[in-house]
């Protein structure tokens, strides 16, 4: 059975264990007087097992686990945003460049047959 007072094991019969008895015959309560017992622990929570702590080995295992993943996922996020930043600035270049002909280019042969077109025509030759 479990004592009422703190919820250790107790004997067989027993109501509280000899600690919770030994602090309440240090502290006695008038007969009546109306008291309030912990609510207990369910047998659950009592026996789970606490976790054992890790050697140093281990902990650096485990926290070069850790790196490895966190270095992983750094670059893919990283790959992520400049794959996008590419796909962005390559948008913005398409924009403001025209679509067609080179206007520069086109310009500047315009201008050189037009010169020779009237070189042509004041001279004579077809």
Do not use: W
Not at 47 to 57: C, D, F, Q, V, Y
Not at 89 to 110: C, K
Request: charged share 20%; aromatic share 4%.
């Amino acid at each position: 059975m479990a004592c009422l007072k703190c919820g250790r094991d107790t004997a067989e019969g027993q109501v509280f264990c000899p600690d919770c008895l030994a602090q309440m015959t240090r502290y006695p309560v008038q007969p009546g007087t109306i008291i309030q017992i912990p609510n207990r622990k369910s047998s659950a929570q009592r026996r789970t097992a606490k976790r054992r702590s890790l050697t140093p080995e281990e902990q650096v295992k485990l926290l070069r686990a850790r790196l490895r993943t966190l270095t992983v996922l750094f670059l893919v996020v990283l790959l992520l945003a400049v794959g996008s930043s590419a796909l962005v600035i390559r948008a913005l270049v398409r924009r403001r460049l025209p679509t067609g002909q080179n206007y520069s280019s086109t310009n500047i042969s315009t201008i050189s047959t037009s010169e020779s077109v009237s070189r042509e025509t004041s001279t004579g030759t077809p």
